[in-house]
């Protein structure tokens, strides 16, 4: 299944998984081959799949009687909207007011072009379909009615790009005052990336929601990994400690003064050097991170501290 926006174009199974997309950048585009705009994005999008068998879904910006005989060349089928500007299609079925409910159809060798009425005028192709009916129960109204069974497989199948594409814009990616063009298509290719892996989870019997999906991946990419405890050297956090002095705001503090703490702490990243003799050194620093509650040197154990996960 395909679908374009205004800067990219997506090749999609029925589940949603997004299996190539296309950045439009205008002229400077690369595709693989020369055909018009749509027919090309297309045929990029597929390329590696050529000969395999797969049927395509497209919406009316691709679907084309063009698009369609060179598919049936590659031993693909193709079924979608069609829009009625597009060329090599009957006058007749341009012209034609169809009733709500018929149908009025032409066929060329495998090509099918169909319009049938329901709410307002509907034209599709098809290179895998006939005129025939099929009874469709409607979810809402609990009530059924018959539509052309292209019809029908275009609603089951192009729900993947729109469910794509729905899923994504809850988590946008994108900043308003982003101007690196690279940057925002490194988001927005990175957004994808996370979309595909969620959609792989949920296949293979994941029950997570998308929005606990996203959570438990970003904290096991901030995620520590913490040495046996048997082998540790010193006074190191635990693995949820770790995570904390990684990521956040750190600020060095004054040690506060009482009459059961002393005006300075021992610095935890100094204590795990050695001397000369091979003993650990002890030194003291009027400094600490609130944050971690660990006594720190200003310079430079308060930042190897917060950047430095092999402690």
Not at 40 to 68: C, F, Q, R, W
Not at 208 to 233: A, G, W
Not at 240 to 256: A, C, K, M, Q
Request: charged share 25%; with cysteine.
């Amino acid at each position: 299944m395909t679908s374009q926006n205004q800067t990219c174009c997506k090749l999609t199974c029925y589940l949603g998984y997004i299996w190539n997309s296309i950045i439009y950048t205008g002229k400077g585009t690369t595709f693989h081959e020369d055909y018009g705009v749509s027919t090309k994005s297309v045929m990029t999008l597929i390329h590696e799949l050529k000969n395999k068998g797969y049927t395509l879904t497209t919406d009316n910006y691709y679907t084309s009687p063009e698009l369609a005989e060179i598919l049936i060349k590659c031993k693909r089928d193709i079924y979608g909207t069609l829009r009625a500007n597009r060329k090599d299609l009957p006058p007749l079925i341009k012209s034609s007011k169809v009733k709500k409910g018929e149908v009025l159809a032409f066929q060329k060798g495998k090509i099918c072009l169909l319009k049938w009425t329901d709410k307002k005028p509907i034209l599709m192709l098809s290179t895998l379909h006939s005129t025939s009916m099929v009874t469709v129960e409607s979810k809402k109204s609990k009530s059924s009615k018959l539509k052309p069974a292209v019809v029908a497989d275009y609603n089951n199948t192009m729900g993947g790009v729109e469910k794509a594409d729905q899923c994504l814009s809850y988590y946008p990616v994108a900043r308003n005052q982003q101007r690196k063009y690279y940057k925002k298509i490194f988001r927005y290719l990175l957004s994808q990336a996370v979309w595909n892996a969620f959609v792989i989870f949920k296949k293979n019997g994941g029950k997570m929601r998308q929005v606990e999906f996203r959570m438990k991946l970003i904290e096991r990419l901030i995620e520590v990994t913490v040495c046996n405890p048997s082998t540790r050297r010193g006074p190191f956090p635990k693995s949820e400690e770790n995570v904390v002095r990684l990521t956040g705001r750190h600020f060095p503090s004054y040690v506060d003064e009482s009459e059961s703490r002393k005006k300075s702490r021992k610095c935890v990243v100094c204590s795990l050097k050695m001397n000369e003799n091979g003993k650990r050194v002890r030194r003291e620093s009027r400094f600490e991170c609130k944050n971690c509650n660990v006594g720190l040197c200003v310079a430079p154990c308060f930042e190897i501290y917060h950047t430095e996960s092999n402690l």
